[in-house]
């Protein structure tokens, strides 16, 4: 299978770039789409619900997976929600989000991708979101 020459298209260098600068913070990284089953994992020892679980994530991923480094321990998800996520399977799939990352205690803020976003806006929609959890 051939690999990716790039790994963001351009439209996502300039989302990495403001979330980045929205962190400010030395002991934050922001992680671009990474897959929910590198996230979370099924606590359950009983094999055909270790299944079920990788199979509700399977497929899935978070725009932006905030971390704490140095150990890169997640810290919060950003998704930007575009037209694409006003569909009924869309919607199901960020359901399915919404109750993994509530389920694990981690905030999950979401962004209409249509907003234009300065790093300024990021982090007061950032604040505003932790702040009303």
């Known amino acids: 299978m051939p690999r990716r020459h790039v790994l963001l298209v351009d439209d ?5 770039i403001l979330a980045q600068a929205a962190l ?3 002991a934050l990284d922001a992680q671009v ?22 199979a509700r994530l399977r ?4 725009d932006f997976l905030v971390v704490a480094l140095p150990e890169l321990r997640p810290v919060l998800a950003l ?14 799939r960020d359901a399915v989000k919404d109750v ?3 389920s694990a205690g981690l905030p999950l ?3 209409r991708a249509e907003t234009v976003w300065t790093p300024e806006a990021i982090r007061s929609h950032i604040e505003g979101s932790m702040a009303r959890r």
């Open 12 to 16: 996502h260098k300039t989302d990495v």
């Open 24 to 26: 400010e913070l030395s």
């Open 33 to 54: 789409t990474v897959r929910l089953n590198d996230i979370f994992y099924s606590a359950t020892r009983h094999p055909g619900q270790q299944r079920a679980a990788y």
């Open 59 to 62: 497929d899935k991923h978070v």
């Open 79 to 92: 998704e930007l929600d575009g037209d694409s996520h006003d569909n009924d399977a869309q919607r199901y």
């Open 100 to 102: 993994a990352f509530a």
């Open 109 to 111: 803020i979401r962004a």
